[in-house]
């Protein structure tokens, strides 16, 4: 396997545990069953990290996956958190 092929591979697990521990809007980090709820959003977050976006573009990002798609209300300042934890993932897995 190539070295691009294993990082990527590794940064996509990386995001799905910040996604699933530390993220987690509806509360499923103990259910075994529910360890891929979030993975639908791996790929945009994973473009928007390798493509070095700002940092509002993961944040709006994973705002709207919170309170418009999964129409929750939300907490911003987790969010924000969050979006700055796996924006330190791109330069952790190299």
Sequence with gaps: MSDHLERARTLQAAIREVLLKEWDPIGVA????????????????????IRR????????FLWWAETEHMTLAGNRRRTEQVAERLIGLIDEIR
């Excluded at 529910?34 to 990290?49: P, T, V």
């Excluded at 976006?53 to 944040?59: R, S």
């Design 30 to 49: 103990d259910i075994p069953e529910a360890a891929d709820e979030y993975d639908s959003y791996i790929g945009e977050i994973q473009a928007i990290l």
């Design 53 to 60: 976006e700002p940092a509002y573009k993961l944040v709006d």
